[in-house]
């Protein structure tokens, strides 16, 4: 089956450690994004790529990085998390549509845990 | 004002209880809408979209779409234990970047 797939699951990470969360896809979409998303909260865009265009939501923290090697992958970089990071971390695709319907799919998400 | 708004709940029905859940929005350009369904600890499933006014039915959920009143509805019949979720409302439009605008959620239990 078609699908997002987030690796890993359960991430621990310490106060100020790097980490890398990934994501890939075999819904073979052109868009992939990246979202946080807080126990009772709306998921809230990090940043996406239209294909290899990087595409930064203006309130993201410079904390955060994103990487797209190839249509598949996407990665998220955290560089030194902070305790207020810890959340849920959701990939999600679209076909990339620029006229009627672009769905997404999301993947069943990290949850990151920092110490 | 948030651009999406949607009661948290929690909303606690019997099984087999018609469970209607909402959102209003306040930006005129949004086209389409669609619900997600998120259980606990795990990602959002795409339930239905819709792209106009009017109603839109699969199985026991129906999607309801109101323009004029900038307010959008999900209505399912005969709910089940395995229906309690968060639902999630989201909304975007052509030439909006391809972003959707989520709501919060609305917790649902179904009991037994």
């Known amino acids: 089956d078609a699908m997002v797939i987030q690796n890993p699951r359960y991430q621990v990470t310490q106060f100020g450690k790097p980490v890398t969360l990934s994501c890939s896809q075999t819904?073979?979409?052109?868009?992939m994004y990246w979202y946080q998303q807080k126990s009772s909260q709306a998921p809230k865009l990090l940043f996406h790529?239209?294909?290899?265009?990087?595409?930064n939501e203006a309130d993201t923290p410079d904390n955060f990085q994103s990487r797209r090697p190839n249509t598949s992958f996407c990665f998220l970089d955290i560089r030194s998390p902070g305790l207020g990071d810890a959340a849920m971390y959701l990939c999600?695709?679209?076909?990339?549509?620029?006229?009627?319907?672009?769905?997404?799919?999301f993947g069943p998400g990290t949850r990151l845990t920092v110490l | 004002q948030k651009e999406v708004e949607q009661d948290p709940g929690p909303l606690s029905v019997p099984e087999g209880a018609i469970v209607s859940l909402n959102c209003t929005y306040s930006?005129?350009?949004?086209?389409?809408f669609m619900w997600y369904r998120q259980y606990s600890r795990k990602g959002p499933e795409l339930l239905m979209y819709?792209?106009?006014?009017g109603n839109k039915e699969d199985g026991r959920f129906t999607a309801q779409v109101d323009k004029s009143s900038k307010y959008i509805s999900l209505f399912i019949r005969d709910s089940q234990p395995s229906d309690s979720a968060t639902y999630l409302c989201?909304?975007?439009?052509?030439?909006?970047?391809?972003?959707?605008?989520f709501g919060t959620g609305t917790q649902l239990k179904v009991e037994l």
């Open positions: 989201a909304m975007g439009f052509t030439g909006g970047g391809n972003k959707l605008t």
């Open positions: 819709t792209y106009s006014s």
């Open positions: 930006n005129s350009a949004f086209q389409y």
């Open positions: 999600a695709t679209s076909r990339g549509l620029l006229a009627g319907v672009d769905t997404q799919y």
């Open positions: 819904l073979n979409h052109n868009v």
């Open positions: 790529y239209y294909d290899k265009d990087f595409n």
